[in-house]
């Protein structure tokens, strides 16, 4: 059973930073393509950012490039989700999806909040 599992996260002053982890289990090694999503209430989950299971590619939306960076240890299927600058539109439950790279299933962890507030 593969599970995926977030940490971090919190509370953050607009223009302050946060960071959020996700690390992903199986009982085999594979290889997963990992990506970032956020949903805030009534919003469809939108993909944040995401990078490929070497770490040699990685995307972002608009709404966040040039803000937030993605890194990840690729040997351990960890990522981390760096927020700088954050902005009070960026405040959603923010949620680690891990997809394998040979089969296609995917996997969502239980999400973890993100609010920034003064």
């Known amino acids: 059973q593969v599970t995926v599992v977030e940490s971090g996260g919190g509370l953050a002053q607009p223009g302050g930073s946060l960071t959020v982890s996700c690390v992903v289990k199986g009982p085999t090694p594979r290889f997963y393509y990992i990506g970032w999503y956020r949903q805030t209430p009534g919003m469809q989950r939108e993909l944040v950012a995401g990078?490929?299971?070497?770490?040699?590619?990685?995307t972002f939306s608009d709404a966040v490039k040039g803000r937030f960076t993605i890194s990840r240890d690729g040997t351990q299927n960890t990522a981390q989700l760096q927020m700088n600058s954050l902005k009070p539109e960026d405040t959603a439950v923010y949620y680690c999806k891990a997809r394998d790279d040979w089969s296609g299933d995917e996997r969502w962890g239980q999400g973890t909040r993100v609010t920034v507030s003064s």
């Open positions: 990078i490929n299971s070497a770490g040699s590619k990685s």
